[in-house]
């Protein structure tokens, strides 16, 4: 017994990595800007007022993209990365808040007509299904937008109203277009 609880004694020593390793992991220095400066510098760069949620934090991880010159929609990749959104009040503001509380801020309703917009951009749009039943295609697709984004069918017009970044609405918008193309496949004869 006194054999096997030293053999385990020494297997647990080699195991365990020596605590050296462990202090010199810990004391290298953290890489990447702090969200927090990166609007700053992007605030007085790009002249744009920025109200932050008080959770927006963390650090930004850039690989050769000079944090001192991100555009616009640079800067809204890396905040969609870290869970955040940008949204731009008609007044210029631009409210920072986590991604899970942008579908109850004032978004841009869009219309066919609108392209200006960046695929990170939160809007909301209702789409026309066509010959495909609005509320069979919610349980389908609702898996494919992230969790904050919103997506219902509207029985009576047989649409959908989906809110998510701008990238995600397009995405769902193709996949519909798709669908209603296709042939419906008849229902097998019995």
Do not use: C
């Not at 616009?72 to 007044?91: C, I, K, P, Q, R």
């Not at 039943?133 to 609702?142: K, N, S, W």
């Amino acid at each position: 017994m006194r054999d096997f609880v030293r053999a385990s004694m020494l297997l647990s020593l080699w195991l365990v990595p020596p605590a050296q390793a462990a202090d010199a992991t810990q004391s290298e220095p953290a890489q990447g800007i702090e969200l927090m400066e990166l609007l700053e510098m992007s605030a007085e760069r790009l002249k744009k007022r920025f109200i932050i949620d008080p959770r927006v934090s963390g650090r930004a991880l850039i690989v050769n993209l000079d944090p001192k010159r991100m555009s616009y929609a640079d800067l809204e990749t890396v905040l969609s990365v870290h869970g955040f959104v940008a949204t731009e009040e008609m007044n210029g503001t631009v409210r920072i808040v986590p991604d899970a509380n942008a579908r109850q801020l004032p978004m841009p309703l869009l219309d066919d007509k609108r392209s200006e917009l960046g695929p990170e951009e939160m809007v909301t749009k209702r789409i026309d299904v066509g010959s495909l039943q609005a509320t069979q295609l919610v349980p389908i697709l609702r898996p494919l937008l992230p969790q904050y984004a919103h997506l219902v069918a509207h029985a009576e017009t047989n649409s959908l109203i989906v809110s998510a970044r701008h990238a995600n609405v397009q995405m769902i918008e193709k996949i519909v277009r798709e669908l209603s193309s296709r042939p419906s496949v008849a229902e097998p004869k019995q």
